[in-house]
């Protein structure tokens, strides 16, 4: 069947506007990525003549090193307890049924509600008072409030979508309540418990907001790192770190989905 | 017959000679759901070897009887007992029991070789020992050369079959199965129930099946408990709770029944005798006990032992064809009649049927066999 000019005209409008509307979505890392191989000191696009020696010197940088060696500190030890501490709290929201549940659940899930500044700032307060300022457990205590939903909605999720006959079929097969648990599952719960913790270490890792209020200069992480920075310098070095923070957050992307299945490990795929 | 085979589980002290001869005992088994009573007092005892059935409509408490057995909870009174060992405080873990589940709940991280396996490995039993015990039930459920294969690369008849084989493989003290076919085709269905039987059989494994399709359960069990609102209503063999049910609801919930208005003709001892138009059908004098004679009774008759002829014979009533409905191998014909407030089903295997019992012929209907069942009309609640 001949389509008519309208139908043709309608298609064409479509696909054109989603190529904007993708464009517009990708347009500043497009826009940041072409600034870090500028060749002249000053951010600007596009770019005449093309080098690497930003890439170089944000490397070399010492503030940066330290504040990505801090940064994965921070980022190890909180997502990995908002891990435990989460999935501790999403079992026990799933499976039992207590006094003040829904107000508990709501309290875990406010940080959502509440920004990032505010929280920052009451940990900055609580800290003062206690001489913890320079510490990282400061900082690893409130990236931990601060990720701690996402692991909570993740590894929820995935309960939820865990066929609970499983659990049930190995008991009936002899398994106890204990091993039920570590061979049917922990592994059934694996996919959503990693991309908890992946959230929540890409969440850490990019935290500013609080993460200024609370960092100190020997915990600073490289977000602070990159506004103290550019508060005094204006080069591509900036634009280069952002080119670097991109490739690292897609290979591990790429990594997670390599070997576990992105769709898995997003929740985007219905379990079984 | 059917009283004794009822009076034969309602009181277990008469039905256990030795207690090694019952598999599953349950004792005076009482749950309940809030305020709603699944099972009242439901007893019944499973023998080693044999294959029960519970039948019941959606909410019979058949299902809840089975979980009792696996002991995913526990019952509200009575005892529940397997190899005369008493489980009510045993939790699943520990009842030495096979289940297959309607949606089979395969392990869905394990190939099919470790699905098997689970319950020999949970056991501490040897690699060696696994490996030949899942080789074993792999040919007996006929998929040898799949152990590598994951559960979601399997077909539905597969999948069942793994299922099966993860149940048997731990030899259980008995096996449950939860409406194990629902989510197979017709066909399939047919051939699992074959093939369950047939492994049932040469294992030799106590069963015990739930099921709501009357047809499964006849053709699959040594035994079946019909059961309705939380009780057994009749417990017999296959034939029995179609030849000779024991109530109003087993007679029409098991297969088809036509209810016929007839007259007590005569009751004597364990007989009766009720008449319709020119047939006199012997009946178990039981159900119409306390009825006076010549007073209506309801005389259950099953579609094939209806038959139809042209008027003029001695026949049990007469009425009009209002619909044929054509099955392949035989026809059911509708009769609009005086002795049945809904319309007579006859089931007839006659090639001719169609073309001869067109729609809006006079017919006479014949009752073909000597003895069926009767109930008193109004008494017995569904």
Not at chain 1, 27 to 34: F, K
Not at chain 1, 95 to 124: C, D, M, N, W
Not at chain 2, 102 to 108: E, G, R, V
Request: charged share 15%; hydrophobic share 50%; aromatic share 8%.
């Amino acid at each position: 069947m001949p389509r008519s000019t309208y139908q043709r005209l309608l298609g064409f409008s479509g696909k054109l506007a989603v190529l904007l509307i993708v464009g517009f979505l990708i347009l500043p890392a497009v826009v940041v990525t072409m600034a870090a191989f500028n060749d002249k000191a000053i951010l600007s696009f596009p770019p005449q003549t093309w080098s690497l020696r930003w890439f170089v010197k944000a490397i070399a940088y010492e503030d940066f090193r330290a504040g990505f060696y801090h940064g994965l500190v921070v980022t190890a030890w909180s997502s990995t307890i908002a891990l435990i501490v989460g999935a501790l709290f999403a079992f026990a929201l799933d499976r039992y049924q207590f006094l003040f549940k829904s107000t508990i659940e709501a309290v875990l899930l406010s940080p959502l509600v509440i920004p990032h500044f505010t929280i920052g700032l009451g940990f900055l307060i609580l800290a003062a008072q206690t001489g913890w300022t320079r510490t990282y457990a400061l900082v690893i205590a409130c990236h931990v409030v601060l990720v701690l939903p996402f692991v909570l909605r993740s590894v929820y999720v995935s309960l939820r979508n865990l066929d609970r006959r499983c659990e049930i079929a190995a008991a009936s097969l002899g398994a106890s309540p204990l091993r039920v648990m570590t061979t049917i599952t922990l592994p059934l719960l694996l996919p959503g418990l990693i991309s908890g913790w992946l959230f929540a270490a890409i969440l850490s890792f990019n935290e500013f907001t609080a993460s200024l209020f609370v960092t100190a200069q020997r915990t600073q992480t490289l977000p602070v790192a990159m506004y103290n920075y550019v508060r005094e310098f204006a080069d591509p070095s900036m634009a280069a770190l952002s080119v670097m923070y991109i490739a690292g957050t897609a290979a591990l992307i790429v990594f997670a989905n390599a070997f576990l299945g992105l769709g898995k490990v997003l929740n985007i795929e219905q379990n079984r | 017959m059917n009283k004794i085979a009822d009076s034969d589980a309602l009181s277990p002290e008469l039905s256990i000679t030795t207690t090694d001869d019952v598999a599953v005992n349950f004792d005076a088994v009482t749950k309940k759901f809030g305020d709603s009573v699944a099972l009242n007092a439901v007893s019944l005892s499973v023998k080693r070897g044999e294959f029960m059935t519970l039948l019941g409509p959606s909410g019979c408490g058949k299902t809840t009887l089975l979980n009792l057995a696996a002991g995913f909870f526990g019952p509200d009174g009575g005892e529940i007992s397997i190899d005369g060992k008493r489980v009510n405080d045993v939790p699943t873990y520990q009842r030495e029991i096979g289940m297959m589940f309607q949606n089979y709940a395969l392990f869905p991280h394990m190939s099919v070789a470790s699905n098997i396996a689970y319950g020999l490995k949970v056991r501490h039993i040897s690699k060696s020992e696994q490996e030949r015990r899942v080789n074993a039930v792999l040919a007996l459920v006929k998929l040898t050369g799949l152990q590598d294969r994951m559960p979601r690369q399997l077909s539905g008849g597969q999948q069942q079959r793994v299922a099966l084989a993860r149940a048997l493989v731990i030899n259980p003290a008995v096996l449950l199965l939860d409406e194990p076919f629902s989510a197979l085709d017709k066909n399939l269905r047919a051939a699992m129930q074959v093939e369950l039987r047939d492994i049932q059989r040469k294992l030799g494994v106590t069963t015990l099946f739930v099921t709501h399709d009357q047809s499964e359960a006849l053709s699959m069990s040594d035994r079946v408990a019909v059961m309705s609102q939380g009780r057994i209503r009749q417990l017999g063999t296959p034939a029995d709770v179609y030849c000779r049910p024991s109530d109003r609801f087993v007679a029409s919930f098991v297969g088809d029944a036509n209810i016929l208005r007839g007259r007590l003709e005569q009751i004597e001892g364990a007989s009766a005798v009720v008449s319709l138009g020119a047939a006199r059908v012997t009946v178990p004098s039981a159900p119409l006990v306390g009825v006076a004679l010549s007073s209506p009774v309801d005389l259950f008759v099953r579609p094939e032992q209806l038959k139809i002829g042209d008027v003029s014979e001695p026949c049990a009533t007469n009425g009009t064809v209002t619909a044929q409905v054509y099955q392949g191998g035989h026809v059911d014909i509708h009769v609009a009649s005086e002795a049945s407030s809904r319309d007579l089903l006859v089931r007839t295997g006659e090639h001719d049927a169609l073309s001869r019992w067109c729609i809006g012929r006079k017919v006479d209907v014949l009752i073909s066999a000597s003895d069926g069942v009767a109930f008193a009309t109004t008494s017995d609640v569904r």
